[in-house]
């Protein structure tokens, strides 16, 4: 009985051990599980994202425009207001149009020169600039207010009227010109190149043609 005791204690020691040892061996590796899955959590993680902002449209170039003109109409004397009374007055669109693949901005007045015997006409800018956004193909305008003096021009002198032969345009912001034909052939009322009296001006780009 003795040596069975002896016997049955020892195996229970032995049980002891090894359950202590294997506590301590699940004890010990559980940091280092612990530590992998914390850092593959951490690289699981996506970085953070920025949503994109989209960039201001660029200005139009000269490059991406062609200019016309459109057709002239009539309009009475009281509608040109500083022009003046004498002559036939007219509006006439200057078209411009965005042959470029993309999106651009027109903003604010073209520089318009009257090119015809002698000195160029500068025409002086009248109204309030706004921005106009060109699809591609789309197109803008400004509008040339002048006056042709032939129908009150004394009698001899209709021979003698400035008449020009096309247009330097600059599109605004820009310091390269398109070339426009004169095509609607009338004389124009350059009297404020010498006397300052306001006979042309253009307006700032808007929408449309």
Request: with cysteine; aromatic share 4%; hydrophobic share 40%.
């Amino acid at each position: 009985m003795k040596y069975g005791k002896m016997v049955g204690a020892a195996v229970a020691a032995a049980g002891l051990s090894v359950s202590i040892s294997a506590c301590q061996g699940t004890s010990s590796s559980a940091p280092s599980t612990a530590a992998v899955a914390t850092s593959s959590a951490s690289n699981a993680q996506p970085a953070q994202s920025v949503a994109p902002v989209q960039a201001d449209l660029a200005r139009c170039h000269t490059g991406d425009l062609s200019a016309r003109l459109g057709s002239q109409a009539q309009v009475q004397v009281n509608e040109q207001g500083e022009l003046g009374a004498a002559g036939i007055h007219y509006n006439l669109p200057l078209i411009f149009t965005n042959n470029s693949a993309h999106a651009c901005v027109m903003s604010g007045f073209p520089g318009v020169d009257l090119i015809g015997p002698g000195a160029p006409y500068s025409l002086p800018r009248t109204g309030t600039p706004a921005s106009v956004t060109l699809a591609p193909g789309a197109s803008a305008h400004s509008t040339i207010y002048y006056i042709d003096p032939s129908g009150s021009a004394p009698a001899g002198e209709t021979a003698s009227l400035w008449i020009p032969t096309h247009l330097e345009v600059t599109p605004p912001n820009e310091t390269t010109q398109l070339s426009v034909p004169w095509g609607v052939g009338d004389p124009v009322d350059n009297a404020d190149k010498a006397s300052g009296s306001v006979a042309a001006h253009i307006t700032p780009v808007e929408t449309g043609e």
